[in-house]
C-alpha cells in the first residue's frame, strides 16, 4: 500500500468490467474521509492513464493510492 494522508479518497480497489464498446473499463473503488466507499469506471484510456500516474503495472498495485492519479494528465476542453 502507498496511503497519502491528506489526499482525500483513496483507492481501495479496482477490478476490470466489461465496456459498452467491447473494450475493458476500469472500475475503481474509492473510500472517501467519512468512510463511505464509492465506484467509479473509468474507460480504458483513463484506467491506463491511472495506472501510469500511480506507477502500477497491475490494477491490483492502485489500492492505497489518491484518488487524484485520475485526474493527472487530463485536460479540459469546452
Known amino acids: 500500500m502507498n496511503p497519502q494522508a491528506g ?6 480497489g479496482a477490478q476490470l468490467g466489461a465496456g459498452h464498446d467491447g473494450s475493458a473499463d476500469l472500475i475503481v473503488s474509492l473510500r472517501y474521509e467519512d468512510g ?3 465506484r467509479v ?3 480504458t484510456e483513463a484506467g491506463l492513464r491511472l495506472m501510469r500516474n ?3 503495472t497491475h490494477f ?3 489500492t492505497g493510492h489518491s484518488w487524484r492519479g485520475i485526474l493527472e494528465g487530463m485536460t479540459c476542453s469546452i
Open 60 to 62: 491490483a498495485e492502485l
Open 54 to 56: 500511480c506507477g502500477a
Open 41 to 43: 469506471t473509468l474507460d
Open 36 to 38: 463511505q466507499v464509492a
Open 7 to 12: 489526499a482525500g479518497a483513496i483507492i481501495v
